[in-house]
């Protein structure tokens, strides 16, 4: 089993920053893609980014400007630096992974962790 835990969320003022991270644990061989989707209330969940172990990364292009997505592979960890926030990326981010259970093999597994609140507001 792969357990995801994210942290970094909270409450931050339009223009100001957060920091999320993840971090994964459990039985698994690598991680070949790791990354977040959000879920604002109502709408369904959507791409923030992710990354390949060798640094390829899929984007919501209209997010690049503002978020940056990196990872720590030694340690297993995604991180998303969010800057000038705006009160329309409140919502739910989960942290994602896509998990290979045994080494040299084609099946990856996906993994989503319990998400954590963002919230822009003045």
């Known amino acids: 089993q792969v357990q995801l835990v994210e942290a970094g969320g909270g409450v931050v003022e339009p223009g100001g920053s957060l920091k999320l991270s993840c971090a994964a644990s459990g039985n698994f061989a690598s991680i070949p893609t790791m990354g977040w989707y959000r879920q604002a209330p109502g709408k369904q969940r959507d791409l923030v980014a992710v990354m390949a172990t060798g640094g390829g990364s899929n984007w919501d292009n209209h997010l690049r400007d503002r978020f940056t997505i990196s990872r720590d592979n030694a340690k297993n960890m995604v991180f998303l630096q969010m800057n000038s926030l705006k009160p329309e990326d409140t919502a739910v981010y989960y942290c994602?992974?896509?998990?290979?259970?045994?080494?040299?093999?084609?099946?990856?597994?996906?993994?989503w962790g319990q998400g954590t609140q963002v919230t822009v507001s003045s």
């Open positions: 994602y992974a896509s998990v290979r259970r045994r080494a040299f093999s084609g099946t990856t597994y996906e993994y």
